[in-house]
Nanobody, 113 residues
Framework: QVQLVESGGGLVQAGGSLRLSCAAS????????MAWYRQAPGSQREYVAV???????RYANSVKGRFTISRDNAKNTVYLQMNSLKPEDTAVYYC???????WGQGTQVTVSA
């Protein structure tokens, strides 16, 4: 059974930084793409960033230049370094492995003005 466990969310002031982690378990095969999504209150879940097994990364325009996605293949873990946070980044952040349609439970990120 595939499980994704996120950590690292919290409350931070605008301009601050947070680092999210997501550890995957129950997967024996090579994991290709790993991604982060987020969902703000009253909004649909939206794509944030994706990274390939070879660490090729792509970002939503709203976070480009501020967020960095990375991964540790040996640990089946993906990270999201979030800098220069803005109040509009407030959301529940989810990691996702598309090949397994697996989602984590989410971690809350709150950015105060």
């Amino acid at each position: 059974q595939v499980q994704l466990v996120e950590s690292g969310g919290g409350l931070v002031q605008a301009g601050g930084s947070l680092r999210l982690s997501c550890a995957a378990s129950g997967i024996r095969d090579v994991i290709n793409n790993m991604a982060w999504y987020r969902q703000a209150p009253g909004s649909q879940r939206e794509y944030v960033a994706v990274i390939s097994r070879g660490s090729s990364a792509r970002y939503a325009n709203s976070v480009k230049g501020r967020f960095t996605i990375s991964r540790d293949n040996a640990k089946n873990t993906v990270y999201l370094q979030m800098n220069s946070l803005k109040p509009e980044d407030t959301a529940v952040y989810y990691c996702h492995i598309p090949a397994y349609d697996a989602w984590g439970q989410g971690t809350q990120v709150t950015v105060s003005a």
